[in-house]
DNA sequence: CTCCAGGACACTT
DNA sequence: AAGTGTCATGGA
């Protein structure tokens, strides 16, 4: 049984207490409110938050720091506490768009993990017209099946979890016993084993798609040339994967908030390449461009919750 | 039995 | 190049 690194970490300056972290979809609150622990695996460690008093996050997990500093400076990266919320949208926005202005102060302080790009590149890959309950447990079958299985120790009760699967693993897997993870749907199955396989291969680098010097349009074409990633999911892999806020995915959900809250013509038209870039044109006018994504993702929260009224999780 | 769920793609104009 | 129909699958 593995020993569990306890540590309380400041994170003064951030609204966190009313976060939602996407991607793995995380709402302090909601976790909050039923008492419970979030739990999440990043790479081979598992990471438990446990509480939040004031501004002290105190977490747990299985990595071994050597220096306190360094486990700071890893969760703040990992949480982007780097991000000013405050610079997300333009100044003026409050002004243009009063009433939504107000709507989003509940989510003004959601924060945009900075995950693991394979792990976002598989995950959004399972996302492909699927409903959130089905797609978080494709990435559940898949851990369970192809990620490493670890036990540790939580309060003397043992606590199982599985890491993420390497890219390897599932590339080297058959389409027929993947499909089981994949809501039973093979071609899905088998975008998933080419993808892994590019990435395995090193033909498609992730890593150097984080660079900021490379356009966002050229890591987007990158990711694009994978069968079974359109721009959508692209730019999901950019934005919760590659760090790049800049990136703004557009969704069922976005077409909504944009043509309701925004006004914005043909938002609620077919979603064509053309019509995709369009909508990414007129909505880049309205929030700050360097920001876009990640503003656009409390917008997303925020609609889903208050007008939709729909549970995320 | 319909319709939907955080789209992608092949196939016509 | 741009628009339109098809695909795939479990769950509500």
């Known amino acids: 049984m593995k020993d569990l690194y306890t540590t309380t970490i400041d994170i003064y300056g951030t609204d966190i207490e009313h976060s939602l972290f996407s991607g793995q979809s995380f709402s302090w609150d909601y ?33 071994k720091f050597f220096q306190a500093e360094d486990y700071v400076e890893f969760i703040n990266h990992y949480l982007s506490i780097d991000i000013d919320n405050n610079l997300l949208f333009p100044e003026g926005f409050n002004r243009c768009y009063p009433d939504i202005w107000k709507l989003i102060q509940p989510y003004m302080g959601t924060k945009i993990l900075r995950q693991d790009p394979f792990e976002v590149l598989i995950t959004f890959m399972c996302a492909q017209g699927l409903g959130m309950k089905i797609i978080r447990r494709q990435i559940s ?26 890219p390897e ?21 088998k975008n998933i084993i080419g993808a892994a396989s590019s990435v395995a291969s090193g033909q498609l680098d992730l890593e150097s798609l984080k660079d900021p010097d490379m356009p966002l349009e050229t890591a987007r074409e990158q990711l694009c040339a994978q069968p079974g990633i359109g721009y ?18 557009i969704d069922t959900h976005v077409r909504q908030y944009l043509a309701t809250w925004f006004s914005i013509d043909g938002a609620l038209q077919s979603l064509t390449q053309k019509n995709y870039l369009f909508l990414q044109d007129q909505i880049s006018r309205v929030l700050n461009p360097d920001f876009a994504g990640f503003a656009g993702h409390i917008l997303f929260h925020c609609w889903r919750k208050e007008v939709k009224h729909l549970n995320s999780y």
């Open 31 to 63: 976790y909050k409110g039923k008492k419970r622990k979030y739990f999440g695996t990043i790479g081979d460690d598992l990471f438990i938050f446990e509480s939040i008093e004031n501004t002290q996050l105190t977490t747990r997990t299985t990595r």
């Open 141 to 166: 079958y898949l851990a369970k099946k192809y990620g490493k299985r670890f036990t540790v120790e939580i309060d003397g009760e043992p606590f199982t979890y599985f890491s993420f699967p390497a």
């Open 169 to 189: 693993t599932l590339a080297d897997a058959s389409p027929e016993s993947l499909r089981l993870c994949t809501n039973n749907n093979c071609i899905r199955a």
């Open 232 to 249: 959508k999911i692209a730019d999901c892999i950019l934005l919760f994967g590659l760090h790049r806020f800049s990136a703004f995915p």
